[in-house]
């Protein structure tokens, strides 16, 4: 009878310490071993996909905050606004869309001049800055109209007052956000 061919042995793990009465041919390892090396390699992985998910949570932040630069193309036209005398008000478009407003178109329908003036300056400017643009009116004589585009999500405030403490007129305003 022809002698059989003999599979080739297979290479074995080191002899660990601590497993006494085993043949040196049979090098196994314990099982509480094997689940120790499994628990702390899932550790390891989940280490890792947490941070992963950490820097995808950032570059999601950022892509949020590059969308809000962006305009949605929403007009909003109000309903119109009486101006009478001097005296300043103040029109909050947070507080009528809840949105800042990239753009403002303000016209001046009535038949006295109106004096307009938009934020108290932008937030990242210095107060020296601030106050100069809080002094900045610009004059609406009937029938003008004023454009500001700040090509950022910028207008919290349009202020507006009567050119003179008898003055009368309506302003219609539009904003895009």
Do not use: C
């Amino acid at each position: 009878m022809p002698k059989l061919p003999t599979l080739p042995t297979l290479p074995t793990l080191p002899q660990i310490p601590g497993l006494p009465g085993l043949p040196e041919d049979r090098r196994v390892v314990r099982p509480d071993v094997l689940i120790i090396s499994l628990i702390d390699d899932l550790g390891l992985a989940m280490r890792q996909s947490a941070a992963l998910l950490d820097r995808i949570a950032g570059v999601l932040d950022k892509m949020e905050a590059q969308m809000e630069m962006v305009p949605k193309g929403v007009v909003e036209v109000f309903d119109d606004i009486t101006v009478t005398g001097n005296q300043e008000v103040m029109f909050d478009t947070i507080v009528e869309t809840e949105k800042r407003w990239f753009s403002a178109t303000i016209y001046n329908a009535g038949e006295d001049d109106v004096d307009v003036r938009v934020n108290d300056g932008l937030p990242d400017e210095p107060s020296q800055l601030r106050t100069a643009r809080r002094a900045r009116w610009m004059t609406l004589a009937q029938g003008e109209s004023m454009e500001v585009d700040f090509h950022r999500p910028l207008i919290e405030r349009i202020y507006y007052r009567g050119a003179s403490a008898t003055a009368s007129a309506t302003l219609k305003i539009t904003g895009e956000w």
